[in-house]
């Protein structure tokens, strides 16, 4: 019998002592919760790559937030890999310059995004 209770103290969920796996696992399917009660950022931000000439070919990212959250999103292209970070209140939109001077007047633009607290 003490090896029974031990054994259901051990594995409750607010003990310190709960093995790290169950502790993830509990943490995991919160999470997960969260992310389905929301559409993916992906279906509410809409972007679009254009260009603009002056001495060379700038490269420029237009960002929409159509979430009902703020999002945070990376914008990366193929000419520029580094990511340039730009913030979102909801319906709020940005343009991201990620290029300056390309002598590439055509580019790929790339955004992912997260939501953010």
């Given at each position: 019998?003490?090896?029974?209770?031990?054994?259901?103290?051990a594995l409750s969920p607010g003990?310190?002592?709960?093995?790290?796996?169950?502790?993830?696992?509990?943490?995991?399917?919160?999470?997960?919760?969260?992310?389905?009660?929301?559409?993916?950022?992906?279906?509410?931000?809409?972007?679009?790559?254009?260009?603009?000439?002056?001495?060379?070919?700038?490269?420029?990212?237009?960002?929409q937030n159509g979430c009902t959250?703020?999002?945070?999103?990376?914008?990366?292209?193929?000419?520029?890999?580094?990511?340039v970070t730009v913030n979102l209140?909801?319906?709020?939109?940005?343009?991201?310059?990620?290029?300056?001077?390309?002598?590439?007047?055509?580019?790929?633009?790339?955004?992912?995004?997260?939501?953010?607290?």
């Amino acid at each position: 019998m003490l090896r029974t209770f031990l054994m259901l103290w051990a594995l409750s969920p607010g003990n310190a002592f709960t093995p790290l796996a169950l502790q993830s696992a509990h943490i995991s399917a919160a999470e997960e919760l969260e992310e389905h009660a929301l559409p993916p950022p992906s279906t509410c931000v809409t972007f679009q790559g254009r260009v603009r000439y002056s001495l060379g070919y700038d490269h420029l990212v237009d960002v929409q937030n159509g979430c009902t959250q703020a999002v945070s999103c990376a914008v990366t292209t193929n000419v520029n890999p580094q990511p340039v970070t730009v913030n979102l209140k909801p319906t709020e939109s940005a343009t991201v310059v990620t290029f300056i001077g390309s002598p590439a007047r055509e580019f790929t633009p790339r955004v992912v995004c997260q939501y953010s607290p």
